[in-house]
């Protein structure tokens, strides 16, 4: 019965724990928006090809050309860059913009 007692209270005793009330949620999305109400940068993550057809991969989201993304419009995608448009200007997002591209033989 002692035991019991004891478990018992070890377990209320941490369910009931200030640490825990801290801890932030690990499978809670990152906010989509900064202080300022504007959405975060664009960050290519990768592109996916089969033959000429292209899709780049966006925060997560996969995006073909003329498809949308934070109100940009998909206008190029090529083998290491994605070209984005919005309203007048463009922007161009690089996979890897430090690293070398070389052709694989074939």
Do not use: C, W
Request: positive net charge; glycine residues 10%.
């Amino acid at each position: 019965m002692a035991a019991r007692l004891i478990r018992l209270g070890l377990l209320a005793a941490f369910a009931a724990s200030p640490v825990q009330a801290e801890l932030p949620d690990p499978t809670a999305l990152p906010p989509r928006t900064d202080s300022a109400g504007m959405p975060p940068p664009a960050v290519l993550t990768g592109i996916r090809s089969s033959g000429a057809q292209r899709v780049a991969i966006l925060g997560g989201e996969m995006v073909r050309v003329g498809g949308r993304y934070q109100g940009a419009r998909v206008v190029r995608i090529d083998e290491t860059e994605v070209v984005l448009r919005r309203g007048g200007e463009n922007v161009v997002l690089r996979l890897h913009p430090e690293a070398e591209t070389r052709r694989r033989k074939q």
